[in-house]
């Protein structure tokens, strides 16, 4: 990239969060973004990759992953699809997938700790660990949410199975989960509708808010969401290229439209404040794919990876996971893979 173009990014980007409040109204008295802990070196984060992380025992491969979570003790979930593809008509396979979908590694050392989710799932999208180490996936097929125990026991399911809807008890294609402190958890109904519900702990429906459009608080593909610390919702609105920002009702808070937005898929927020996107890229412009470091105000920090099939780089680059010492775990769908980072000393 050359300076001059680094210099127009830095600038538009500046020039786009300076229009931000003035074009779509936010009260700066009622919206103020969480800035870093005193005496952060947020600024100065710089990220690397762990080499040979996970370690996959002999005859075990990942297929397509999917997501990636952290639990409470900082082992990692990989949701891969054991071989299922998404079809380039527009119907799903709807049979279950017959071997193990849900991976468990030692988040320190990368040995695979357990399996499950054989016979669960027919085309899983996400993967949520709430703060009970219960376990949460989104299914596109099924048109259902499950809750599952932290060792696949079925707590929970939400939808008709192969029912597509736009009620309260059915979704179209949900796309993923984000459990708030109280239990209470919201889903984003991205591929069929555009909307977001929320649910009580014991799941009953309580709200929902969105249609198909470009206004704020309208979606044109709702693909991932996070809560951040102080129950604010973020949506990234994945055919619109921005991130939005709502309260724990539905209100409108404020948005993200960064340069840096190409085809954003998901979104996690670390302990600091710090937000993580993945950033997927696309078939013309490949080598935008990584993950964005950015401030709570939605300016960047850092780009981790590009294009490519080496250690550090990403082909697809799907979800993104933080671990308690903000490690970033990142799924890279076409590249059948997940790889950590750590903090550069």
């Not at 710089?46 to 997501?67: C, F, M, N, Q, R």
Request: net charge neutral.
């Amino acid at each position: 990239m050359s300076h001059l173009k680094i210099i127009s990014e830095t600038c538009s980007l500046t020039l786009l969060f300076g229009l931000l409040a003035v074009g779509i109204g936010i009260d700066a008295q009622t919206v103020r973004p969480v800035r870093p802990a005193p005496g952060s070196k947020l600024s100065e984060a710089h990220y690397k990759v762990v080499h040979g992380w996970p370690v996959l025992p002999e005859g075990t491969i990942l297929d397509e992953a999917s997501a990636v979570a952290v639990d409470s003790h900082d082992n990692v979930f990989v949701l891969q699809r054991g071989g299922r593809k998404w079809p380039d008509s527009d119907v799903l396979d709807q049979k279950p997938i017959t071997v193990p979908t849900v991976f468990l590694f030692d988040g320190r050392t990368g040995s695979l700790l357990s399996k499950w989710g054989e016979n669960s799932f027919a085309l899983p999208h996400s993967l949520t660990v709430d703060l009970s180490d219960n376990i949460w996936v989104a299914d596109v097929a099924w048109h259902q949410v499950f809750k599952f125990s932290h060792d696949g026991r079925l707590l929970l399911t939400l939808g008709e199975r192969g029912k597509p809807g736009d009620d309260s008890s059915h979704f179209n294609r949900p796309t993923d989960v984000a459990i708030a402190q109280d239990g209470s958890f919201y889903v984003s109904d991205g591929y069929g509708n555009s909307r977001v519900l929320k649910f009580a702990a014991d799941g009953r429906f309580l709200l929902q808010w969105g249609t198909k459009g470009k206004e704020p608080g309208q979606f044109d593909l709702p693909h991932g969401i996070a809560l951040d610390a102080a129950g604010r919702l973020y949506v990234v609105d994945r055919q619109n290229m921005r991130v939005q920002v709502f309260d724990s009702e539905g209100k409108f808070l404020m948005q993200w439209r960064s340069p840096h937005f190409l085809s954003p898929q998901d979104i996690k927020i670390g302990s600091s404040g710090t937000v993580f996107v993945a950033e997927g890229g696309n078939d013309t412009l490949p080598d935008r794919t990584g993950v964005l470091v950015m401030r709570s105000d939605g300016s960047l920090v850092e780009r981790i990876g590009r294009y490519g099939n080496y250690d550090g780089q990403f082909q697809d680059l799907h979800w993104v996971a933080i671990g308690k010492r903000e490690q970033i775990y990142a799924a890279d769908f076409t590249g059948r893979r997940v790889q950590k980072f750590v903090r550069s000393k």
